[in-house]
């Protein structure tokens, strides 16, 4: 459905990302990928927003490289320059979207969530933003700065972005003024990606896709 497309940074260089487009006018939705790189499931992603009648733009955080192997992709996102990912790539998207017209929001998986996070913190112009399972480190982006709508959607049986973590960011939220909605699974972390059979949990998974359209026409519309 969709097509891969360059598109503008702030600083006026390029960045590619998987375009799957529902027509101007249309609400945007920035989709931010998991530390697999851009691949086929975040395009699918995107392409099932568009059938929903939402612009999803996946920009390119790893310039063409993707794996299947935890090390490397450990290693592809340590590498990773999230400040440039956010201001610049991120940044980048959400201004390509709001050419097409409508609001913006950023969501992602994993490393996506975390930089979901640091998008609702430091990216103008957003309307809203859905994390799954990904935190920051606070001395990057500290949630008690977010100012718009947030929804997260994490597992109780996350070792990496754990039930802690996620009580520590909705007690900021809620201690800065604006308190997120936020909603735990009996699953495990990746538990939305259907990719991976060994913690992909269906039911979970598309209450969460549920949740998640529920809020983005609230807070689109």
């Keep these: 459905m969709g097509q891969m497309i360059d ?101 992602g998986f994993c490393m996506g969530g975390a930089l979901t996070i640091a998008a609702a913190v430091h990216v103008p112009n957003l309307a809203a933003g859905v994390c799954f399972y990904g935190i920051p480190p606070a001395e990057f982006a500290d949630p008690v700065n977010i100012r718009i709508p947030f929804q997260g959607h994490f597992a109780s049986k996350d070792d990496w972005c754990t039930p802690a973590a996620v009580d520590a960011l909705e007690a900021a939220m809620r201690g800065a003024g604006n308190p997120p909605e936020l909603y735990s699974y009996v699953a495990d972390h990746a538990f939305c990606n259907e990719r991976r059979p060994e913690v992909y949990d269906a039911a979970c998974a598309n209450q969460a896709w549920e949740r998640m359209m529920a809020f983005l026409a609230k807070n689109l519309a």
């Design 7 to 107: 598109f503008k940074r702030p600083d006026g260089s390029a960045c590619r990302g998987y375009l799957a487009s529902a027509g101007h006018g249309k609400p945007g939705v920035v989709v931010i990928q998991e530390w697999w790189g851009l691949n086929d499931q975040i395009c699918g992603v995107a392409d099932r927003f568009a059938r929903a009648d939402y612009n999803a733009l996946a920009p390119d955080l790893f310039k063409g490289r993707v794996t299947q192997q935890p090390d490397e992709a450990s290693h592809l996102m340590n590498g990773l320059d999230f400040p440039g990912a956010t201001h610049q790539d991120i940044r980048g998207a959400v201004d390509h979207l709001r050419g097409l017209g409508g609001k913006v929001v950023a969501m």
